[in-house]
């Protein structure tokens, strides 16, 4: 029985900032920040835009990509960082939201940049396990960086909602394998109570995210028995412009297969959405027969990679939803920082 | 909004469910109990089309406490494509884009939350659509 993607959908903020707009604030030198991230600008979420609304919204492009009834979707599982409560699960609000309760398993899922992808690997498990007709797996952050820090010019918002199932009529997607990589690398992390979080700053590239996406990329590869010749795309998870362009070179990709799943240079990083939304926009454009590796990084740290190929059907559903590149591309209006600050909660308001 | 009462109203701020009067066809949203065209009393409830159009629009300045740090903001009446009439934030809108007739979406948002501990309180708004 294959197992795979039957719907798909993205879904952006329509703010944006550059990052010379925030390097002015801090008397930074923008050049430098533009190439030593590649990255030119970032979404920005509104005040009611968060991790809750902008999944439901990926979603709702997932289902009119998948044409099912959402009570069928028997597991929703919403994976972020950012999940607005610290103790009430974003899932239950989106199952609510799409029609899918009461009939649901539910669960949010946290591994820092790793979330979305795992709730992707669970749906497409229980889907395989027969425990399920579909599954539902989201990836959405609205991320924060500290003002002035490095993170602020790339933390940014975004969603990507898939839904698992096992109709040959309605398979977008097929998932032809799968394969994940941890260890216990304190590179990226977030203290209960603190607002901002903490990185290991250098520690972040080498041992961390290169090591991890090396090491599961290498072990997909050698599990599935295929090579990077094999793929027409490749989606790294994407914490910069720059990071997942080293990481294809050094595994043996070239640049056509990087760049069109690679859309942190005029989006930022949305960490649990990154790699899930590169996948959204080369489905958006793959043919039929064509083979895509996808792999997530999440700090602390782990990878899930995964093996598909793209059926007929991504030609006649592609067009009932937008398209991440136009969301990323056409459907923006920029920000000064003033703005941002604001929408940003960065600036302390008085009690009234 | 104690949460009890706002939980009660989820089918239609999360998913804009309506009733459409089996005698007559019109549409309430929210839903009544009786029609108030014909005076029928049986309804199919069904979730209305996320688009429609703005009917009526106005910008507020000064908002109660809840959406102080939102404002200005546009409000409007929108009539969903299919049927139904709603009174809604636009969001994601410059005023002088804001008109009679303006194609709009439903898009999931925050409406406003209860303080800093209380609930976050979730809905619709709309927005242009501009594809
Ligand atoms: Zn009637």
Redesign the interface.
Known sequence: MAVGIIGYGAHLP?RRIKVEEIAKVWGADAPSYKKGLELREKSVP?????T??LS??AT?NALARAGIDAKDIGAVYVGSESH??AVKPSGV?VA??I?ATPDCHCADFEFACKAGSEGMFVAYGLVKAGLIKYGLGIGADTSQGAPGDALEYSAAAGAAAFIMGADDDRMIATIDDSYSFMTDTPDFWRREHQFYPSHGGRFTGEPAYFRTVTGAIKGMLEKSSMKPGDFKYVIFHQPNGKFPKRAGKQLGFNFEQIDVGRLVPTLGNTYSGASPLGLTAVLDVAEPGDRVLMCSYGSGAGSDAFVLTVKDRVREVRDLA?KTR?MLD??V?YLEYGEYA?LRRKIR?AA? | MPPARSWRA?PQV??LEAARCKKCGKVSFPPRLVCNKCGEREFDRF?MK?TGKVVTHTIIRTPS?EF???APFAVGVVEMDGGGRLTTQI??VSFDELKIGLPVQM?????YTEGDAGV?H?GH?AVPI??
């Open positions: 329509r509104a005040l009611d835009e968060d809750i609304t439901v919204e709702r607005p409560y609000t609510e939201a029609g937008p136009w056409e459907n209006t604001k308001l009234h | 989820y999360y998913r979730n996320r406490d102080s740090g939102e969001a994601d898009e999931f948002r925050r409406l976050i979730y708004k501009r594809q």
